[in-house]
């Protein structure tokens, strides 16, 4: 069975670091379409032109997967499957998935592990849910989240009922073949 752990740590990145990462994803906003629901709410580092951000991109996507060799000792080497900001708007929420589910047209089966980096704090709702353990969480602003991205770590997020959400989500992958690296610059 796989681990229930999640791993939480405060001030994973700084208060001035989360601001500029709020700037880049309002900078390069409202030029993108996903599925439907994630229209004009993903930045993807492939439409930012400011080296700096892409550098905190990569180094947070190398630390966090450093974490997660220290934290969760896989058998397997992990690599990071993609980093993106997200900004979730009033009445926004997501029902309990499964990130490495094999269900649907966007499926992401190879996914081991899933991080978010959480960049404000002045916003209500958006708690991130696991309905099978029982636990509700609202980090503060620079705190990092990882969790494996199985069965056991089926998770949603609450409505956003005032201001804006802003994330960096990222996933780990050990499977070579879907390995997606922002260089170090």
Known sequence: MASTQIVKIPNFISEDECAIL???FEGNALTNS?????????VYPGTITDRNV???MSK???RTRAVILEEYKPQ????????????????????????NQDTHDYS????????LVYLNNDYEGGEIFFPR??????????MLVIFSSGAEHEHGVTEITEGKR??????????????????VL
């Open 108 to 115: 992401t089966p190879w996914r081991t592990h899933s991080a």
């Open 22 to 24: 709020i700037d880049a």
């Open 166 to 183: 802003y994330t960096m989500p990222s996933w780990y992958t050990a499977d070579e073949s879907h390995k997606y690296e922002l260089p």
């Open 60 to 62: 947070t996507s190398h």
């Open 76 to 99: 397997n080497k992990i690599y990071s499957d993609i980093i993106m900001l997200c900004r979730w708007d009033v009445g926004k929420k997501l029902q309990p998935h499964i990130d």
């Open 34 to 42: 996903a599925n439907g629901f994630w229209d004009n709410m993903i």
């Open 54 to 56: 892409l550098d905190l």
């Open 133 to 142: 353990l029982n636990i509700a969480l609202k980090p503060s602003a620079g």
